[in-house]
């Protein structure tokens, strides 16, 4: 949806790569109120890759890995994407000044020489169960912990990253870059590290929010393969002549850093009712959690698995993943995959529209399983998981919906209750922002389990807060507004729908 008028000057672009879509979004601010032109949408599909005599064979997402198979991601199509949208921005904005760029963390690609050395490696990748022994052979837990401040996820990049040295790819290498920061190489030639994204890879300092030297001597990693830091609303440099040429831009164009991991970018735009309050980003991924000044270390912390992620301004963003829409968006999938028509013609709003009809009367699963990281047949995992404990399982697409959404619902309650008590702060209102707050029966089950004031929008919180931290950058806000300031842009622009906790 566009949130822009005729008289709006977009002189913006938002690039916003998420685990299984894209988009390029113009933005401009109009009397204080920020204006949104979607330019661009397109699919971000990972590869199967399979070493067969010597020969690699690529297959499209869409089928569990079998022994062999690495899971990667199309990174070159993507970047192909990426510029034709950007091409289309600087069309329709002969103005365009600033170009942002965020994307999911942890992942990153490997160079050499500015060349890069295969495709980057998916974090759903089952290689990085290896990682964790190879790490914490070298540290326990709680020492790594007490170093990076971040819950444990498998995928973490110090863990991917220690099976690239084990297996001699690292030695390959000359250079790190993250996902967006590979993609701000591309278009300036500059090479860089946006903090809050390098926040999740493990290698940065929790508290002084710099590249941690001395457990990249632990790990045996070269300090020269990760490059320069910086902070969002700094300039990375302008796009390339030759990147120039083919936008067909015929003036200076800035690459802005912006919080680059995407859930900084989404926190940005949380219209925070109070410090009383918590926040969803719900994708993909659900990302709950608090905006924290100070990190929280405590061993409880680290035995609830939170995590202590940077945010934009130096906050912190104290959170736990939780698993998300991805388990709708996968049993879609296999449904519309299906041989049986019924399933095939499902879409999404009509079971939405039945499973709010469905009798719950399912225990809820549990959505950090890891049966569910991997992509596949979800609604026959579900059924697993349930037919394992002597229960009966959800049978019908509906009823399989339910369970998904009253599983997150309830997993969202019980994480912003422990993060409550870890912080030492009360919550009564509950933001949920992205593509989560469109979900209607989602929010109302959120708001009936937490019991608290859910306040679902704006949808497209990634892309507003990436534009309004350029916006700040470049001027076009005043270039020492707080983050408070920007959130009171947020709530001039974009209305959000109360959900009030219903006892049954």
Sequence with gaps: MDHGNESTTFTLAAVDLGATSG?????????????????????????????????????????????????????????????????????????????GIDSWAVDYSLLRNGRLLGSPHHYRDERTARGVELV????????????????????????????????????????????????AYWLTGRSHAEVTNASTTGLLSVTTRTWDTGLLDEFGFERSLLPPLVRSGDAIGQITDATARRLGADHDVQVTAVGSHDTASAVVAVPFAS?????????????????????????????????NEGGVDDTVRFLKN???????????????ADSNEAQRS???????????????????FDPADARFVPPGDMPSRIAEWYTERGLRPPESPAEVVRCILESLAEAYAR????????????????????????NSLLCQL?????????????????????LLVQARAVGLVAKDASLSDLREIVRRSFPVVEYLPETS
């Design 136 to 183: 914490h052979n070298r540290i326990t837990p709680a020492d790594l912990f007490a170093r990076n401040g971040l819950q444990h996820l498998d995928f973490n990049t110090v863990f991917q990253l220690a099976v690239e040295s084990e297996t001699g790819f690292l030695d390959l290498a000359d250079e790190v870059l993250l996902i967006p920061d590979l993609l």
């Design 415 to 438: 994480t912003i209750d422990a993060a409550e008590t870890l912080a030492g702060m009360t919550v009564d209102t509950v933001h949920v922002v992205g593509g989560g707050s469109q």
């Design 275 to 307: 410090k009383r309050s918590a926040y969803i980003s719900s994708g993909t991924w659900s990302l709950v959690g608090l905006e924290l000044d100070e990190p929280v270390l405590s061993t409880a912390a680290r035995e609830a698995n939170f995590t």
């Design 23 to 99: 988009r390029v979004i113009l933005g401009g601010i109009d009397d204080g109120v920020l204006r949104m032109k979607h330019v661009a949408r397109f699919p971000n599909t990972p590869l199967t890759l399979l070493e067969t005599n010597g020969e690699v064979q690529g297959f499209a997402h869409g089928q569990d890995a079998a022994a062999g198979e690495g899971l990667y991601w199309n990174i070159q199509s993507l970047y192909a994407a990426v510029q034709d949208g950007l091409r289309e921005a600087a069309r329709l904005a002969p103005g365009l000044t600033s170009i």
């Design 346 to 364: 499902a879409d999404l709003q009509s079971l939405l529209a039945e499973a709010e009809t469905v009798k719950f009367h399912f225990e809820v």
């Design 322 to 336: 939780v698993s998300g829409l991805w388990l709708l968006s996968e049993s879609m999938r296999h449904w519309q």
């Design 446 to 466: 959120t708001a009936d389990r937490t019991g608290r004031t859910v306040l679902a929008g704006p949808v497209e919180a990634t892309a507003i807060g990436n």
